[in-house]
């Protein structure tokens, strides 16, 4: 990835402080309430004029707008801190979107999505690693792939960069198959979860595990259906708890072989870790589902989270597209995408057959 170095005139013509993320913020805003209305306006057209047309919802026409602008006009660096924002807004919406859970509820869906990820992560994390072995990655491009591709996507690259002492261009090159790999993942498998008939619960289940980003898996599961999109954001929050752990893993291996520094004795110095690399958002999840689930929470207050979660995934949703410039994806190089490739086709179709089979053979965490 590209850096600029911005020429003093450039410098002191720009806003700064909390101004600076307010055009960026504004963009977002645009780009998300283009896709909500285009959306409006296409169902009703389409239902005017008796048309066979998909029903595509706004997620994914924000996403477009965002791509289109991206990609060809490109995005002036007045906007970037505020649509580099998108992140915060996806971890305010997650937060918020807790009160739609009781804590049963969590623990039954949750507990069903653990076993499926360590399943999912041991098979995905093994093939990726043989697979950038036979393509002659470095090792650790090989783990960072494999990190990213079976946890949480570029959190977890960017959690694991110094803890492995990965060099800056394997992290880039990371980052960018990920990053490309859940754009595909997020135009291709709402229209797979509507050819094979998968209900909202089984699709969000495999969305929440086999998108790798968590901004993107929110958007996958969204552009499928409201319900599914709730369920996604539930397993892929499972799925983000286990960053320290999977990190901690990597961190020994070659802290062993005298590539890492080496992580100081004891088993408390490794829940520090652990902790550290801990997704503190999750907590925020739960908290909030807590509250709901003792009624500490009243239904107006119940309505007014989850308007918050909307409009925070609305900007989100946005974000995703206008960060997404497929001429830096470009540069990536076709070895660590063909790697990445390799382990979305993996994870994707491992964690489709374990989500058929939990849910239509053994009834696993199905929400009442």
């Known amino acids: 990835m590209s850096t600029e170095t911005p020429t003093p005139a450039a410098e002191t013509g720009r806003l700064r402080g909390p101004l600076a993320y307010l055009p960026g913020i504004v963009l977002l805003i645009a780009v998300g309430l283009l896709g909500k209305y285009t959306e409006i306006w296409v169902n009703a057209v389409v239902k005017d004029h008796h048309w066979r047309f998909p029903d595509i919802e706004y997620v994914l026409w924000a996403i477009i707008f965002g791509l289109i602008i991206a990609n060809t006009v490109g995005v002036h660096r007045i906007f970037k801190p505020g649509i580099g924002s998108y992140e915060f807004w996806l971890k305010a919406g997650i937060v918020a979107l807790g009160s ?17 990820i360590l399943i999912d992560m041991t098979v995905a994390g093994a093939i990726i690693l043989t697979v950038a072995r036979l393509l002659n990655l470095s090792g650790k491009l090989g783990s960072l792939l494999a990190i990213g591709t079976s946890i949480c ?12 002492r990965a060099r800056n261009a394997d992290v880039g090159y990371a980052i960018a198959a990920i990053l490309t790999l859940g754009a595909v993942a997020l135009f291709t498998l709402p229209a797979l979860g509507h050819g094979l008939g998968l209900t909202d619960h089984e699709f969000g289940l495999w969305a929440g595990l086999a998108v790798d980003n968590t901004a993107e898996t929110t958007a996958t599961g969204y552009a499928y259906s409201d319900a599914a999109g709730k369920v996604a954001v539930l397993v892929k929050s499972t799925r983000n708890a286990l960053i320290g752990f999977v990190v901690l893993g990597f961190a020994l291996f070659w802290a062993a072989r005298g590539e890492a520094d080496a992580l100081a004795p004891g088993l408390r110095a490794k829940a520090a870790f652990v902790w550290e690399k801990f997704p503190k ?15 500490w929470i009243d239904k107006a207050q119940l309505t007014n989270l989850g308007n918050v979660s909307k409009w925070a995934f609305l900007l989100t949703f946005a974000g995703v597209g206008l960060n997404t410039d497929f001429r830096e994806l470009g540069r990536t190089g076709w070895r660590p995408l063909a790697v990445a490739v390799v ?7 491992v964690s489709l057959g374990l989500v058929l089979f939990t849910v239509r053979v053994l009834h696993w965490g199905v929400a009442d």
Request: net charge positive.
């Open 281 to 295: 958002f999750v907590l925020g999840f739960l908290a909030v589902s807590a509250l709901a689930t003792v009624h």
């Open 153 to 164: 996507g570029v959190s977890a690259i960017v959690a694991a960069r110094g803890t492995i």
């Open 100 to 116: 739609r859970f009781v804590l049963g509820d969590v623990a039954k869906l949750g507990g069903t999505s653990f076993v499926l």
């Open 343 to 349: 382990g979305l086709v993996v994870v994707a179709t």
